[in-house]
Structures are given as structure tokens and as C-alpha cells.
């Protein structure tokens, strides 16, 4: 059996503001053509299809024009789950449409699929959690574990009847336990395939991935999946790397770099050929930059100009900091940005001990997230990340649309 692991698309997410849906697009177009030429029987998307649980119409339209893509006429199956991004009920909400595609959706932990035809291909027995399907003739058992939040575990497990000692159990102790139930459906003449969405110690974050963790307590060992399992296919962690101490268990990462801190690190799909009782043989499929983050550091707001002129049909976003004595006149970013599209932010670097303080009349001149991150290093000591900084911006462009 033949599969295709991916995750972390994040359809919809914007950078500074800006729409990454055109190298998204990119990706997707691709990503069916990789499955094609793979000639894969199963395809595995391991959750935050989508940025936000409110995700816009053309990022639904086109995860929805590649699941049709994927399909192949119904002879590839597809399988879904939900990440903490995503919203479960509005991403399961056209899966009995996608049932004559060969597409399965899972959107929390208890979700049950309906048995039946999936396209060319069957799904013969489900639970709460599992599925038993017929691929091409070959049996395939999958555990989905959508995002598994304190909330959605307590509605799989807790009820009135429960003992103190059960209601007090520790969301590990929760997940293990959940693991091991979903692990007795088994059956030994099948391929064992596990798909979830969450974080396991020791895996290297480095990414834009939005926080989930309360204290840490959604931190989980790598042992925490079933030994019987063929393969583990995770979503959550946007680069891509393998769980440490399970060599078949993965994260596949996102396809797209989404800040700067993920600029180091390549993108990738998975590609598993898998037996029943044999291990699996694993490929790792790069993926092009389709369109590169670039930081530019500059000794002077000349030598931005003069960079920028000299890259101006290029295609790449770009973040400026720049070394200067004095704050960066209005006409010079004008400049700057006429000759370079895509520059995300102009940051001026201070020599240190120079004293250099924004006046009035030289602060209006400042880009206003500029301010904005200058303001928040200032009170906090730290740099502002852009989840938060995007955030922001997106709760002001929501109001300057209500007033207009």
C-alpha cells in the first residue's frame, strides 16, 4: 500500500496581513500531482487544513477542488482529521458529499465514520475513533485522533458516573489509555496506520505553531502511541522531523514557510510503502520555495534603496532592518517600497548607547506595525512574534471594514 502523508496546509493564513492563498495554490498543485505520479492508494492529512475556524471562501474552495483532484475518480482514498485550527463540525460538514470521492473526515476524537462505499474503495467497520478499510483489495485499520483538547477527551471519557480518582486523571494518563483502546481494533492480517494531531516531547517546535499547551500539559511522550502501529502520522509541528526514539512515527511539516523562524528548515511530503507485518519503507519529497522570506540586513537606509533596486523583480517577501543613526524619512520608505514589492516590515537598528528616542515628529514617519513592535520590545523586553502582531492587525482591519 502506497501513502502520502501531509499536514499543517493552514489555507487562508496571512503574513503581516498579506495573502499567502497564491503560493498555497501553488503547493496544492503539486501536492496532486506527487500523489499521482506516487500512485498512491492512501493519502493522510493530518489536520490544520485550515488557519482559523472562520477560514475564507476561496481557501474552502480550493482545499475542496483538491480533495476532487486527489480523488482520482474515487480509487484514492483520502482520510482527514481536524487540528486545533480548524473547526470540526464546519470541516466534517460536506463529508457525506465527499463519501462518493473516496474522502473520510474525522473531526474530534469520538467521531464515528459511516461504514459503506468510499469511492472505489470500503470502509467495512468503525468506532468511536477507528476505521477498517479495503484499499485495492488490501486491509488498512486507522486510528484518528483529532486534535485531542482536555475538552473533547473529557466528552470521550467522563461521565456522571465516573469515581473521582478517574475524573482527576492526567491528560497523559487520559491519552494513553485512549491509545491503547483504539489499539485492540487491530487485526493482524492489516496494515496499522495511526493519524493525530498533537505535540510530543522533545520534538523541535521552530515554527509558527499557535499555542495549545496549558502549563505543558499537552506535552506527550513519544511512547505514547501502540508498538502494533505501521506507521504514525502527525500534524502540529510545522518542520518536519521524526518523533524521537519511534522511527516510524513523523511529522510531516508544513509545506510553506510561515515566519521567519521556519525559513531554515525545508519543506516536505511523506511517502510510505507499507506491508501488513513488515516495516514500512519511508521517502521524503522536497518541496520548492515558491515564495521565499528574506531578512535583508543593511548598513544604511542607502544600501536598503540601493538593495532593493537591485532585487526589484524578485519574488520574495522581505523584512528590512536597517543600521541608521536617525529614524527612516518617510520619502526613503516610499522609495524603498516602490522598487521592492513585498517588503513586510522596515526596521531600524539603533547604535546601542546612542540614546536615539522617537519625536514626535519622527514617529509619525514609522510604519504603524513598526511602532507597534517597537512599543511591545520596549514594555516587554522582547521581540513581538507574528501570530500576535497578525492578530492585531487583523482585529484593526475588522474595524476600519465596520466603519466603512
Known amino acids: 500500500m502506497k ?35 506516487e500512485e498512491a492508494d492512501l493519502i493522510l492529512i493530518a489536520g490544520d487544513i485550515y ?8 481557501a474552502e474552495q480550493l482545499f475542496y477542488d483538491t480533495l476532487k483532484q486527489l480523488s482520482r475518480d474515487g480509487r484514492c482514498m483520502t482520510v482527514i482529521i481536524s487540528g486545533n485550527h480548524d473547526n470540526p463540525e464546519r470541516l466534517t460538514a460536506s463529508g457525506p458529499l465527499a463519501k462518493e470521492h473516496g474522502i473520510v473526515m474525522a473531526g474530534t476524537p469520538n467521531t464515528v465514520v459511516l461504514p459503506g462505499q468510499y469511492g472505489k474503495n470500503q470502509i467495512t467497520d468503525s468506532g468511536p475513533g477507528y476505521i477498517h478499510a479495503e484499499i485495492h483489495g488490501e486491509k488498512a485499520d486507522l486510528l484518528l485522533v ?10 470521550l ?27 485492540k481494533k487491530f487485526r493482524p492480517d492489516a496494515v496499522h496506520l495511526v493519524m493525530s494531531h498533537l505535540f510530543v516531547m522533545n520534538s523541535t517546535g521552530d515554527g509558527s505553531e499557535r499555542s495549545v499547551q496549558l502549563g505543558g500539559s499537552y506535552l506527550l511522550p513519544g ?41 531554515s528548515f525545508g519543506n516536505q511530503v511523506v511517502a510510505v510503502t507499507l506491508h501488513p507485518g513488515t516495516p514500512c519503507e519511508i521517502k521524503k519529497i522536497p518541496l520548492p520555495v515558491y515564495k521565499p522570506i528574506e531578512i535583508w540586513h543593511c548598513k544604511s537606509p542607502a544600501e536598503a534603496i540601493a538593495l532593493c533596486e537591485e532585487h526589484a523583480g524578485e519574488d520574495s517577501w522581505v523584512y528590512l532592518e536597517i543600521e541608521t543613526d536617525h529614524y527612516i524619512h518617510e520619502e526613503e520608505i516610499r522609495a524603498m517600497k516602490r522598487l521592492k514589492a513585498d517588503i513586510l516590515s522596515i526596521r531600524p537598528i539603533f ?15 514609522l ?6 513592535k517597537n512599543y511591545y520590545k520596549k514594555k516587554f523586553q522582547t521581540e513581538m512574534d507574528e501570530e500576535t502582531l497578525e492578530l492585531l492587525l487583523d482585529i484593526m482591519t475588522d474595524g476600519e471594514e465596520d466603519l466603512q
Open 51 to 58: 488557519d482559523n475556524y472562520n477560514p475564507p471562501a476561496m
Open 367 to 372: 510604519p504603524f506595525e513598526v511602532l507597534v
Open 3 to 37: 501513502i502520502i502523508h501531509t499536514a499543517d496546509w493552514h489555507l487562508g493564513k496571512n503574513l503581516e496581513g498579506h495573502s499567502r492563498l497564491p503560493e498555497q495554490e501553488k503547493f496544492l498543485s503539486d501536492f496532486v500531482r506527487i500523489c499521482r505520479d
Open 146 to 155: 483529532p486534535f485531542p483538547s482536555e475538552k473533547r477527551l473529557g466528552e
Open 157 to 183: 471519557y467522563l461521565n456522571a458516573s465516573d469515581d473521582e480518582s478517574r475524573q482527576a486523571e492526567s491528560y497523559e494518563n487520559r491519552m494513553r489509555r485512549l491509545f491503547s483502546d483504539l489499539a
Open 223 to 263: 511512547d505514547i502511541f501502540p508498538e502494533a502501529a505501521d506507521y504514525i502520522a502527525l500534524g502540529h509541528v510545522h518542520k518536519p522531523q521524526q518523533v524521537p526514539g519511534r522511527r516510524n512515527a513523523l511529522y510531516s511539516g508544513s509545506p510553506l514557510h510561515y515566519n521567519q523562524r521556519e525559513i
Open 351 to 365: 547604535p546601542e548607547g546612542s540614546g536615539t528616542s522617537p519625536s514626535s515628529e519622527k514617529i509619525e514617519e
